[in-house]
């Protein structure tokens, strides 16, 4: 674990894309999945969000290439204080406990008096479950982007 640079922005796209065609197959739209291809623009992004600060972002890495990461700052609504954008490992890294790693890092590097936020698919029950067994309850809030349903999952502030 470390925490990422904007020089890992495209093994990030890499690793997010990957994943998602894993995850969400049958979740969303097959033919939009196969269409996924890391690109200039969201690396650029991604390197971006990186370089400014206002993301942070930690990689996991075996054999010296990155596997998985998490993505987390401020919290882009008012439900919690703080909040993990994304957290994905490559399927073939999957139950070797690099997730729990990177959440427990990500949540190390967030203040203990902050409340953590964060959005997962209805339809991901694997993730939901994962979240879940990290200390993550559902709020009850729920949302829908791009015709999917999210659902709000929260963890309380660690003390003072």
Do not use: C
């Amino acid at each position: 674990m470390r925490t990422a640079t904007p020089d890992d922005a495209e093994a990030i796209e890499g690793v997010r894309i990957a994943t998602w065609k894993f995850a969400y197959r049958g979740v969303i739209d097959d033919d939009h999945l196969d269409g996924l291809a890391v690109t200039e623009p969201n690396v650029a992004l991604r390197r971006q969000a990186l370089a400014s600060g206002r993301t942070r972002a930690i990689v996991a890495e075996s054999g010296g290439e990155v596997v998985g990461f998490s993505m987390y700052g401020d919290s882009r609504d008012e439900f919690s204080d703080a909040e993990v954008y994304a957290i994905y490992v490559l399927p073939g890294h999957l139950s070797t406990g690099q997730g729990r790693a990177l959440m427990t890092a990500t949540v190390a590097d967030i203040p203990p008096h902050q409340t953590v936020g964060l959005w997962v698919l209805k339809g991901n029950p694997r993730a939901r479950r994962f979240y879940e067994r990290f200390g993550f309850t559902a709020s009850g809030r729920a949302k829908v982007e791009d015709g999917l349903e999210e659902l709000h999952y929260v963890l309380a502030a660690r003390g003072h």
